[in-house]
Protein backbone atom coordinates (compact mmCIF):
# COMPACT_ATOMS: atom_id res chain seq x y z
CA UNK A 1 0.00 0.00 0.00
CA UNK A 2 1.00 3.47 -0.86
CA UNK A 3 1.80 6.04 1.84
CA UNK A 4 -0.81 8.70 3.14
CA UNK A 5 1.57 11.32 1.27
CA UNK A 6 1.51 9.93 -2.07
CA UNK A 7 -2.23 8.89 -1.40
CA UNK A 8 -3.01 12.78 -0.82
CA UNK A 9 -0.94 13.40 -3.96
CA UNK A 10 -2.73 11.19 -6.35
CA UNK A 11 -6.04 12.02 -4.95
CA UNK A 12 -5.19 15.71 -5.78
CA UNK A 13 -3.67 15.07 -8.72
CA UNK A 14 -7.26 13.25 -9.85
CA UNK A 15 -9.32 15.86 -8.66
CA UNK A 16 -7.03 19.05 -10.49
CA UNK A 17 -7.90 16.67 -13.45
CA UNK A 18 -11.35 17.28 -12.86
CA UNK A 19 -11.44 20.81 -12.84
CA UNK A 20 -11.60 21.00 -9.19
CA UNK A 21 -8.61 22.18 -6.03
CA UNK A 22 -8.81 21.37 -3.08
CA UNK A 23 -9.12 24.20 -0.29
CA UNK A 24 -9.14 24.44 3.25
CA UNK A 25 -10.34 27.07 5.78
CA UNK A 26 -9.20 27.81 8.93
CA UNK A 27 -11.80 29.57 11.23
CA UNK A 28 -12.27 30.07 14.81
CA UNK A 29 -13.76 27.63 17.12
CA UNK A 30 -17.28 28.58 18.12
CA UNK A 31 -16.97 26.09 20.97
CA UNK A 32 -14.24 28.24 22.92
CA UNK A 33 -15.93 30.69 25.06
CA UNK A 34 -13.53 33.67 24.28
CA UNK A 35 -14.62 33.61 20.43
CA UNK A 36 -18.24 33.09 21.38
CA UNK A 37 -17.22 36.43 23.45
CA UNK A 38 -15.75 37.98 20.57
CA UNK A 39 -18.51 37.09 18.70
CA UNK A 40 -21.39 38.25 21.20
CA UNK A 41 -19.68 42.06 21.25
CA UNK A 42 -19.56 42.25 17.50
CA UNK A 43 -23.25 40.84 17.40
CA UNK A 44 -24.01 44.11 20.00
CA UNK A 45 -22.15 47.10 17.76
CA UNK A 46 -24.79 45.84 14.69
CA UNK A 47 -26.47 48.65 13.61
CA UNK A 48 -29.96 46.81 12.63
CA UNK A 49 -30.89 49.63 10.32
CA UNK A 50 -27.92 48.56 7.90
CA UNK A 51 -28.76 44.31 8.61
CA UNK A 52 -32.41 45.00 7.38
CA UNK A 53 -30.95 46.74 4.51
CA UNK A 54 -28.36 44.16 3.33
CA UNK A 55 -30.84 41.31 4.39
CA UNK A 56 -33.49 43.10 1.55
CA UNK A 57 -30.74 43.06 -0.84
CA UNK A 58 -29.99 39.59 -0.40
CA UNK A 59 -33.34 38.57 -0.36
CA UNK A 60 -33.71 40.69 -4.20
CA UNK A 61 -30.91 38.96 -5.22
CA UNK A 62 -31.97 35.80 -4.52
CA UNK A 63 -34.92 35.68 -6.01
CA UNK A 64 -32.91 36.25 -9.89
CA UNK A 65 -31.47 32.76 -8.66
CA UNK A 66 -35.12 31.37 -8.23
CA UNK A 67 -37.30 29.26 -11.13
CA UNK A 68 -40.09 31.16 -12.48
CA UNK A 69 -43.73 29.28 -11.70
CA UNK A 70 -43.48 28.39 -15.35
CA UNK A 71 -40.22 26.49 -14.82
CA UNK A 72 -40.96 24.90 -11.69
Request: glycine share 6%; aromatic share 2%; proline share 7%.
Amino acid sequence: MTAPAERMRMMRERRRGQGLRELRLVVPDPRLGSVRKRVAAQVVRLDRGHEDEALSWIEAVSEFDAPSPSER
